[in-house]
């Protein structure tokens, strides 16, 4: 697989579709591919930068627990839902979006440069070099555009990646 991630922004009604899903893998994926075609009010596409964001508004790794509350939950650390390999299906509650989005509209990009410029190649699977980071900050401002509207909004938000 591709390893290509997204954000969906899910109003009440989808929110309740999608957890009434959780620990039946093979479901959850249909419902979030039926929201992502039809009834998700926002999305955000974000390709593979999601892994090289995670990372640097982490601790540099690509774990859920990594890092501190809200910049862990922006990708991965929300509520897991896929337990298979397949997937990664991260939520995140209204209020963890709205979390997420403050810390995202006050944060300081030169932490996350920096914390880039670190990364293990061999660990991370790309190169490291300026235009690795052009992509990634590119991805982030739209990140938070997102979340910001889903923010405003009041909707809580799935990250999904397959594998």
Same mark, same amino acid.
């Given at each position: 697989?591709?390893?290509?991630? &997204?954000? $969906?922004?899910? !109003?009440?009604?989808?929110? @309740? $579709?999608?957890? @009434?899903? !959780?620990?039946?893998? =093979?479901?959850?994926? =249909?419902?979030?591919?039926?929201?992502?075609?039809?009834?998700?009010?926002?999305?955000?596409?974000?390709? #593979?930068?999601?892994?090289?964001?995670?990372?640097?508004?982490?601790?540099? #790794? $690509? +774990?859920? =627990?990594? +890092?501190?509350?809200?910049?862990?939950? /922006?990708?991965?650390?929300?509520?897991?839902?896929?337990?298979?390999?397949?997937?990664?299906?991260?939520?995140?509650? %209204?209020?963890?979006?709205?979390? /997420?989005? @403050?810390?995202?509209?006050?944060?300081?990009?030169? %932490?996350?440069?920096?914390?880039?410029?670190? $990364?293990? %190649?061999? =660990? &991370?699977?790309?190169?490291?070099?300026? +235009?690795?980071?052009?992509?990634?900050?590119?991805?982030?401002?739209?990140?938070?555009?997102?979340?910001?509207?889903?923010?405003? @909004?009041?909707?809580?938000?799935?990250?999904?990646?397959?594998?």
């Amino acid at each position: 697989m591709a390893c290509r991630g &997204y954000f $969906l922004a899910l !109003d009440e009604p989808c929110t @309740a $579709l999608l957890l @009434a899903e !959780d620990g039946n893998d =093979e479901r959850l994926i =249909e419902v979030i591919q039926e929201l992502d075609m039809t009834d998700a009010p926002d999305h955000c596409g974000v390709d #593979k930068a999601w892994d090289g964001i995670h990372r640097c508004l982490t601790e540099g #790794k $690509l +774990g859920g =627990e990594d +890092g501190s509350y809200p910049l862990n939950a /922006v990708v991965l650390g929300g509520l897991p839902m896929h337990q298979g390999d397949d997937y990664v299906v991260s939520f995140n509650t %209204p209020t963890e979006v709205r979390d /997420v989005a @403050a810390a995202l509209t006050d944060l300081d990009l030169e %932490p996350f440069i920096a914390r880039y410029w670190t $990364l293990d %190649p061999n =660990e &991370y699977g790309a190169a490291i070099d300026q +235009g690795g980071l052009d992509y990634l900050t590119y991805y982030l401002h739209e990140i938070t555009r997102f979340y910001q509207r889903a923010a405003q @909004a009041g909707w809580s938000s799935v990250f999904v990646a397959d594998q």
